[in-house]
């Protein structure tokens, strides 16, 4: 597995490799990061930085929702982002007092055409345009599976919390009572809540390529959690993050999001392909408006098609057993004639 390095600070040009080995640089942009000491954001015009909501500033960070009921709240960029290849470090910290899964309900990352738009989806609204980082701190499914009266399958079992990665292109909607599922690219579980360490989410878009890691062991390494090619995404689009609670809650914390251009070496190929500008958010070969079939649909299929074929052929074996046994005995009587 790739681990890389985790970065607190970057005061010049680094070279790194992307995924694939080619050499880039990145630049950290300060006016599309936010960090300490969040000077003017929810207060002043000439902030690059707007709250929205319950979230407030404190000293120490953005808290995007208390650990209250029924709470919302976001921080959005008032600079729409023109770079077409670029990475997100997203240091964040979610705590409170619930215990296990009596927590909620979770927090996003955001990088959308719309913005300052609350709704259902982590605060944000549904049927958004662009991408959806989401930590999802509950498992709604499963009370959606107690009500089908349906369990998990071994192999669909999910441990929460889990990051979940969405493209939405403003017609596709976020399935609250599935937890997402219909409509992720992937993602990975991530045991964030209450710890004494700092937690990091990474977000890499470069040559059309998604990658999403996590670092949530206290060990500055990064931790793969999703890796698709193909990805295209559209610029001049919002980054803003974003929180919600129900009838269960959490603290969501922003401490810092810092954004970076990556300068990349293309091919000429590379970059006649890449001409053609990108206007609605897509995933090559995934199409995302597909009916979504619960894995316990297609287990309960498999196990009737085994069933059926198991009794067929032990069918075919008692019949192939009494041919046999007819014609031994047969044999067994002629010779005693």
């Known amino acids: 597995m790739k681990r890389w390095i985790h970065l607190t600070l970057l005061l010049f040009a680094s070279p790194c490799f992307s995924d694939d080995g080619h050499e880039m640089e990145e630049f950290l942009k300060r006016e599309y990061s936010l960090s300490k000491p969040y ?13 929205m909501g319950d979230a407030m500033v404190t000293i120490d960070q953005v808290r995007l929702t208390p650990d209250v009921q029924s709470k919302q709240g976001a921080v959005w960029s008032r600079l729409p982002c023109h770079l077409k290849d670029w990475e997100l470090q997203v240091h964040f910290k979610i705590h409170g007092q619930g215990k296990k899964n009596l927590n909620g309900d979770g927090l996003a990352i955001w990088y959308t055409k719309d913005r300052m738009e609350s709704g259902p989806v982590f605060g944000n609204k549904d049927n958004f345009t662009g991408l959806g980082v989401f930590v999802d701190t509950y498992p709604n499914e499963e009370k959606y599976l107690e009500a089908k009266q349906k369990r998990y399958t071994p192999r ?30 992937g993602g990975c579980n991530a045991m964030v809540r209450n710890l004494n360490h700092d937690t990091f989410l990474f977000i890499r878009y470069v040559r059309r390529r998604l990658t999403v890691m996590i670092d949530i062991e206290g060990q500055h390494e990064w931790r793969d959690c999703l890796d698709i090619p193909g990805v295209r995404l559209p610029q001049g689009y919002y980054f803003g993050a974003s929180a919600l609670t129900g009838d269960l809650s959490d603290n969501h914390d922003l401490i810092s999001l810092k954004l970076y251009q ?32 619960h894995d316990e649909e297609v287990s309960g299929i498999a196990i009737f098609f085994t069933v059926l074929f198991s009794m067929l052929g032990l069918l075919l074996l008692i019949v192939v057993g009494l041919v046999v046994y007819s014609h031994w005995t047969e044999s067994r009587r002629k010779r005693f004639y």
């Open 39 to 51: 000077q003017g954001i929810g207060s002043s015009h000439s902030s690059h930085w707007e709250l």
């Open 156 to 185: 669909s079992e999910r441990v929460f919390p889990f990051v979940i990665v969405m493209i939405g292109n403003g017609t596709i909607s976020y399935d609250h009572d599935r937890d997402g599922r219909p409509t992720e690219l």
């Open 262 to 293: 990556l300068t990349v070496l293309r091919s000429k190929l590379e970059e006649e392909e890449e001409e053609e500008e990108i206007k609605v958010p897509s995933v090559d070969n995934v199409d995302l408006l597909k009916p979504y079939i």
